[in-house]
């Protein structure tokens, strides 16, 4: 499913952190992606507080085991 092609993608690669903006969230439990993601209403889109959850993660304010 779709988190397995994210962490296929990110093997090898040499990135520090990411986020995953995303209405739905398939597989991301099973592949410990979960706290990268970023739950986006699909009605309302990307909202101020997606952004700032975004931002905290980018930034290394919330904790994430990778």
Known sequence: M???GIKAWL???KIDTFV???DVQFDY???DLTPY????DPKR???VADVIRA???LCGK???DR
């Open 2 to 4: 779709r988190g397995a």
């Open 11 to 13: 093997r090898g690669k």
């Open 62 to 64: 919330e904790k994430t």
């Open 55 to 57: 931002e905290s993660i």
């Open 45 to 47: 889109g990307l909202t």
């Open 37 to 40: 993601w970023v739950k986006t």
């Open 20 to 22: 995953i903006l995303d």
């Open 29 to 31: 439990d099973d592949q």
